[in-house]
C-alpha cells in the first residue's frame, strides 16, 4: 500500500495563477484533510471532508476550494494564488470509526511545498 | 485561534536523557495524539490517550493529560539520536484536529 500520496512535491506559481494539489489514499478511508503549515504555527486545517460527497470548511478555508472526486481522492484548489499562500500542504486520511483499532489516526501524505511569487 | 500551544518551542538533550514536553489547548476534547515530523516529511501518529485517561505508556512513551487544565504532556525515556524530530500535539473534537505549534527536539550523541 503506497498510503497517502500527494502530488506535485514541489511547487512555485506566480500571484494570481491557479493550481490544484492532487490527494490520494488507497487505505479505504472515509475522512480527508488538506492542512497547511508554516513556520512557527503548527498545522491549520483548510477543509476536510468526513465522507465521500461531503466537504467542510476548517480553520483556514479563505482562498481555497476543495473536491473529493472519489473515496481515494481529495484535491485542493487555489484558483487566484497569492504570496500569503506561500506553504507547505499537507493532505492526510483517517479511517471511519469501527471499522479499524486505529480509526482515530491520521495518515499523512509527504506534503507540497508552495512557493507563490 | 483553537491552535494549542506547546512548551519548550525547542529543547536539546543528550543521548539517553529523558525529554518532556508539554501541550495546552482549548478546546473539549475526544482525544489528544501526539504525531512526530522528521525534517521534511510528513507527521507520523505516536500515541493516543481518551479523555477519560489520566496516562498512558507506549515503549519509550509516556503521555498524561490533565482535562481539568486542559493539557498534556509527552515524556521520551532513555532518549536516542533518531528522536531528533519535531512533536506535535493534536486534539480531536470529533470532526476536526487542531493542532498545536510543536516542539523542536534535538537529541545530541
Known amino acids: 500500500n503506497a498510503g497517502v500520496t500527494q502530488t506535485p512535491k514541489f511547487q512555485v506559481l506566480k500571484t494570481g495563477q491557479s493550481m490544484t494539489l492532487q490527494c490520494a489514499q488507497d487505505m479505504n478511508h472515509n475522512s480527508m484533510y488538506w492542512y497547511r503549515q508554516d513556520p512557527g504555527m503548527g498545522l491549520r486545517l483548510i477543509y476536510y471532508s468526513a465522507s465521500e460527497g461531503t466537504t467542510d470548511k476548517g480553520e483556514v478555508p479563505n482562498g481555497y476550494n476543495v473536491s473529493r472526486l472519489n473515496k481515494r481522492e481529495f484535491s485542493l484548489r487555489l484558483e487566484s494564488a497569492a504570496p500569503s499562500q506561500t506553504s507547505v500542504y499537507f493532505c492526510?486520511?483517517?479511517?471511519?470509526?469501527?471499522?479499524?483499532?486505529?480509526?482515530?489516526?491520521?495518515?499523512f501524505g509527504p506534503g507540497t511545498r508552495l512557493t507563490v511569487l | 485561534s483553537q491552535q494549542g500551544e506547546e512548551d519548550p518551542q525547542a529543547l536539546s538533550i543528550q543521548e539517553g536523557e529523558n525529554a518532556t514536553m508539554n501541550c495546552s489547548y482549548k478546546?473539549?476534547?475526544?482525544?489528544l495524539q501526539w504525531y512526530r515530523q522528521n525534517s521534511g516529511r510528513g507527521l507520523v501518529h505516536l500515541i493516543l490517550?481518551?479523555?477519560?485517561?489520566r496516562e498512558k505508556h507506549s515503549g519509550r512513551l509516556r503521555v498524561t493529560l490533565d482535562t481539568s487544565k486542559k493539557s498534556s504532556s509527552l515524556l521520551i525515556t532513555a532518549s536516542r539520536a533518531a528522536d531528533t524530530a519535531s512533536y506535535f500535539c493534536a486534539t480531536d473534537t470529533g470532526n476536526q484536529f487542531y493542532f498545536g505549534t510543536g516542539t523542536s527536539l534535538t537529541v545530541i550523541p
Open positions: 490517550i481518551r479523555s477519560n485517561e
Open positions: 492526510a486520511s483517517k479511517a471511519q470509526p469501527g471499522t479499524s483499532s486505529s480509526y482515530n489516526e491520521q495518515f
Open positions: 478546546t473539549s476534547i475526544n482525544n
